[in-house]
């Protein structure tokens, strides 16, 4: 027995030891690609001396004589921190993720393809103009010059997750900065899906319960239309029930209810406490680590410029320099629009077009997929724009037999010169000069709030497209490809676009909210990312009569819910403070602990607090009960609370009030009914996930902000590395947004948020301020992996100065590029 004993336990120290010394080897190998943020190389292709110095948070302030070794320098930078992430944004673009990955991204490489992202991007190379390609060639070459560092050194292979997925990295060209700007625009489109839904709805109910269930952002506009009667005598769909599984993490298509959102707003000198403008602005994406954003500062010769870039692109996107101010919001322009376009049923290669039948333009494609024989797709284009797959966005729900969904979209353009108003935009020293630049932007369409040294302003960017007055469905939902009032004129004039200057009010912003009202075809769109966090954020404008850095930052951090405050009153007004007294232990009871707790908050999405946790369970099952019964499979599409919807059906607006009566019961259920049995339904699940006493639960345990690693995060053990997940306050209304994930397990996760917050002071500049979501590198082992998380989380910032001198005495490390020699 004492020698099994023995040879046990020898047996287990080896396997401990081999265990010490695997994590020892992934350890040191990984540990190759950290970032030595002191030191000296030569490389090619600069003119002069470039300085990269990085202070305390990671933050790079990049200086040289000319601006294209700055923007080398960044494409160096970006390239340090954030190879891994850009050979993604990269891949995604050129729909090659299956040659990683397998099998599980082959739709999303199939749809990307079809679009041709990456072929739109590369022949949109020849329409920059010569400064631009310049710094396109420029920050390409910075790039390089680091993989070839990597290459050289043994480097770790420039990231950990190259020693887990293929190591080739081909060099970075001009064009893939352009493909990751229309990765951006998928990310923060919606209309398409919106269309097909509304599509969808209208084949099941009343036109006047559609109105109910999609609400147009208020102010006049068509409320519904009737899609059945539009493609009559057409045939059916080809599917009845959803045919779109699970979202990949590695997709880039949003869900209809994330496709983007974020705040800005600005104040005149004549509303600031200390005689300056102030902008804040806190763009919303989805939540990932590392974030997309990355922050840095360039030496310009038109001066320096600080704030948020996204790696892979040249540019500041939000942020500031000495004389302006800029950020940026979704603007919803309904840039996307569904053609159904009509085969000839005498040749399927042809289809429907004002002049009769033509041929489909046609490509192949070969997608190498590891592990698997390589496929090969045929592509189609019509005159209106590509042809997509039945199974994107359930499509094949409402074509007709012997038809093909084709997509007009903005962004579809080999002239897209987004880039070039970017990088025109951060050499202005005025408003008028920022709105001058945009002129060349073309998607994904941002409303853009300025500010100069006196003055504030806000203006739609990006191209509005054209439509003809007699539109059927004035691109509401899908409509005929081939009658000739349906197809796009082109797009507005720029100066179309909705602009205010110097408003005599002094304070200007938006919350993805409805900026303007105008007339069919003149509009911008029918629905908006906001009615909700807009009256909030008005209120706090207008509770001040002049504003200041700190009050920004509080109006950026605000988590009192306009929402809950509005719905409560409906939906629980016969039951507050009502029923018979009820023993401990008893639904009833919950019910009126509940309620009581209820009736007293105001509305603060705490937390810290069981009362947000209640609110948002309660919504969501009072949701879920007004619709299942009418909308069967399609309920799934409506993963979160539509407010406009629960107050038509509550205050009864138009008969909405109907929705309360369960079809398939013989009672007439009321919506008092449909609110208590919802609470009811709420309560139980909580119960069950979080425990019985009330006084425990926390929204903070639901309400848990998901920064996870798109491709490791999954992995057991890894997953504990590098996740970062943060327990925060907010909600889907807020103006500190946390928009939940709406579905599966953990309903309530925060998944969609601001990865960036800056609030720009131009009484005192050096006081500004800026933070984001993770940290700068994306090396899991690098402290600034999370360090600046930790500040997010907790509603603080850190410093945004264009000040060398301060750069220099705050610097923990500086790299040094010096031109080889030839």
């Known amino acids: 027995m004492g020698l099994i004993f023995k040879w046990l336990l020898r047996l287990f120290m080896l396997l401990s030891l081999l265990a010490a010394l695997a994590v020892t080897a992934v350890y040191y190998l990984a540990s190759r690609s950290l970032v030595d943020y002191e030191a000296d190389y030569t490389v090619p292709a600069i003119t002069g001396p470039v300085e990269i110095i990085r202070t305390n948070s990671g933050v790079p302030h990049i200086f040289a004589d000319a601006d294209e070794d700055v923007y080398y320098g960044l494409g160096f930078a970006h390239a340090q921190d954030r190879l891994w992430q850009m050979v993604m944004l990269r891949r ?37 103009d010569a400064e631009t390609k310049s710094a396109l060639e420029a920050y390409s070459a910075g790039v390089n010059a680091w993989l070839r560092i990597v290459n050289e050194d043994a480097l770790g292979r420039g990231a950990p997750e190259f020693f887990v997925f293929s190591p080739k990295i081909a060099p970075w060209q001009p064009a893939d900065s352009i493909a990751v700007i229309k990765i951006m625009a998928l990310q923060l489109s919606g209309h398409l899906e919106e269309e097909v839904v509304r599509a969808r709805a209208s084949l099941l109910l009343q036109p006047e319960r559609v109105r109910d269930l999609l609400p147009d952002t208020p102010g ?36 209809r209810e994330l496709a983007g959102a974020s705040n800005a707003f600005a104040a005149a000198p004549e509303r600031s406490a200390a005689g300056g403008t102030l902008l804040a602005n806190d763009p919303h994406l989805g939540l990932s680590a590392p974030s ?92 209106n724009g590509p042809i997509l797959p039945e199974t994107h966005y359930n499509l094949g729900t409402i074509t007709p037999l012997g038809h093909e969904a084709a997509l007009s979209w903005t962004m579809l353009t080999d002239k897209d010169t987004s880039i ?85 009010g002094g304070i200007l912003g938006n919350t993805n909210n409805k900026v303007i009202e105008r007339p069919f075809p003149d509009h911008v769109s029918y629905t908006y990312g ?61 019910r009126q602990q509940a309620l009581e707790i209820m009736a ?118 890894l997953s504990a590395v590098v996740n970062i997940r943060q327990s925060t306050s907010g909600g889907d209304n807020t103006l500190m947004r946390g928009r939940t ?23 005192d500049p050096d006081s500004s301020l800026f933070v984001m979501a993770t940290g700068q590198s994306g090396h899991p082992l690098s402290r600034h992996y999370d360090d600046l998380g930790v500040l997010w989380r907790r509603g603080e910032y850190i410093p945004m100065s264009l000040d060398p001198e301060l750069a220099r005495a705050g610097s923990v490390g500086t790299i040094t590029l010096t031109p080889a020699s030839e």
């Open 292 to 383: 997309i954003w990355y922050l840095a500062r360039l030496d310009l010769s038109s001066g320096g410029v600080i704030g948020g870039t996204i790696p892979g692109m040249p540019v500041v996107l939000t942020g500031r320099s000495d004389k302006v101010g800029w950020g940026l919001t979704t603007a919803y322009v309904d840039d996307q629009d569904l053609f159904i376009e009509k085969l000839n049923p005498e040749n399927a290669n042809e289809y429907l077009t004002p002049d009769g039948y033509k041929p489909f333009r046609t490509a192949q494609s070969i997608i190498e997929i590891k592990d698997a024989p390589s496929q090969t797709i045929n592509m189609r284009w019509t005159e």
């Open 92 to 128: 995604t673009a050129q729909g090659r993720l299956s040659e990683i990955f397998g099998e599980r991204t082959l739709n999303v490489d199939k749809l990307i393809r079809r679009l041709d992202l990456y072929g739109l991007a590369q022949r949109s190379v020849s329409a920059q």
């Open 530 to 590: 906001d009615t909700q966090r807009v009256q909030r954020w008005r209120r706090l404008m207008l509770n001040r009569q002049v504003h200041t850095r700190d009050s920004f930052v509080e109006a950026q951090l605000d988590t009192v819910s306009f929402t809950a405050r509005a719905m409560l009153p409906l939906i629980a007004a016969d039951l507050w403070f009502t029923g018979e007294a009820a023993p401990e232990g008893t639904p009833e009871r919950l």
């Open 220 to 255: 006049q506009g068509i409320a519904a239309l009737d899609y059945a009667a539009m493609m009559q005598g057409l045939g059916l769909p080809r599917y009845a029930a959803n045919t779109s599984g699970p979202k990949d993490p590695l997709s880039p298509f949003p869900e």
């Open 600 to 717: 007293q908050w105001n509305g603060e999405m705490s937390e810290h607090l069981p009362e947000p946790l209640i609110y948002a369970a309660w919504l969501r099952a009072l949701q879920s009960r007004l619709i299942r019964d009418e909308l069967g499979p399609l309920e799934s599409e409506f993963t979160h609370v539509e407010p406009l919807f629960l107050e038509r059906v509550f205050r009864d607006a138009d008969g909405a009030g109907v929705w309360c009566d369960i079809l398939q019961s013989a009672p007439v259920e009321t919506c008092t009914d449909i609110s208590r049995l919802a609470l009811d339904d709420a309560l139980v699940w909580l119960s069950e996930k979080y425990g019985p006493a009330i006084e425990s639960w926390r929204w903070g345990d639901a309400h848990e902000a998901t920064h996870d690693h798109q491709v490791l995060g999954k992995i057991p053990l």
């Open 741 to 763: 994930s709406g579905s599966g397990p953990e309903p309530f996760q925060n998944v969609h948020a601001a990865g960036y917050r800056g609030v720009y002071d131009f009484a």
């Open 420 to 504: 070039q108003a970017a990088l025109k935009l951060m050499r202005a020293s005025t408003t008028e000069e920022v709105i001058a630049a945009a002129v060349d932007y073309v998607a994904p369409a941002q409303n853009l709030t300025i500010v100069d040294q006196d003055g504030i302003a806000l203006k739609t960017i990006g191209h509005v497209p054209r439509r003809h007055p007699a539109h059927q469905s004035r691109g509401r939902i899908p409509s005929q490809g081939w009658l000739a009032q349906n197809r796009w004129l082109g797009v507005m004039p720029y100066a179309s676009n909705p602009e205010f200057t110097r408003p005599a």
